[in-house]
């Protein structure tokens, strides 16, 4: 497993572990699933370290409650990938149950538009591309470009410098892997466009057919962007989820 995923908190682990087990039929449409106790037990972990996770899980639809009863699964739309998304380290999440496929390896480029939503003096920035796959089918595919500062650093890392190169990281993990805590928020907005022949090729939907566009500007702790991903998303194997909560 990825270092990043490793340093999840355990409620993040325990989610993404019984995530992936519903995924893959462990537990069937309407079958109870083990009691609180018995998941702390089986998995070494508090009590209140599976409350926190099964909130998760009922957030996102996955499991749902019956008083008296206990936990149950649901349908969970077959392939589809859900990911429900609130914060930095959601993202860094994405390296448990997804693969990073490189399409493009990390290099030099210019770039006058991406420069300029990244705030930069010059044109020059690094730029890749690559898809994820979930269970083997590709649900995203992502052109990223990075400020040389941080683009020149990963370029001795094989997992981004090379065409076929699958791996379970993200981009952002890392990065934080050589500067810890330097990612301190996103922008993000969300569309629906047609993606580059490329894009729509790479994720399997039709050359003219619309999906969800999701662009990402990561910014350190000084606020400074630093990284901007451009996501394109297949429509039938995907969900984005937001929980809203009152101010």
Do not use: C
């Amino acid at each position: 497993m990825d270092r990043v995923a490793v340093s999840l908190p355990a409620y993040r682990r325990l989610t993404e572990q019984l995530r992936g087990e519903l995924a893959d039929g462990v537990y069937d449409d309407g079958t109870r699933l083990p009691t609180e106790a018995e998941l702390a037990r089986d998995h070494a972990v508090s009590r209140q370290t599976v409350r926190r996770a099964m909130q998760d899980l009922v957030a996102d639809g996955a499991v749902y409650r019956v008083p008296g009863r206990g936990t149950f699964a649901t349908t969970d739309g077959g392939d589809r990938y859900l990911r429900r998304l609130g914060s930095v380290d959601d993202l860094l999440g994405l390296a448990i149950d997804t693969e990073l496929e490189i399409l493009t390896p990390l290099e030099r480029a210019v770039d006058v538009d991406v420069a300029s939503r990244l705030r930069r003096d010059d044109d020059a920035v690094y730029r890749l591309t690559f898809r994820r796959l979930h269970r083997g089918d590709p649900i995203s595919h992502t052109a990223m470009f990075l400020i040389p500062e941080i683009g020149e650093e990963l370029t001795d890392v094989p997992e981004l410098t090379t065409r076929g190169a699958t791996s379970d990281t993200t981009v952002i993990g890392l990065i934080e892997r050589r500067h810890p805590g330097i990612i301190g928020s996103a922008d993000q907005s969300i569309t629906v466009g047609t993606p580059p022949p490329a894009a729509a090729a790479a994720i399997g939907t039709r050359p003219d057919e619309p999906v969800l566009r999701i662009d990402r500007i990561y910014h350190d702790t000084r606020d400074v962007p630093v990284e901007l991903a451009v996501n394109w998303y297949h429509p039938s194997r995907y969900t984005y989820r937001v929980k809203l909560r009152r101010s």
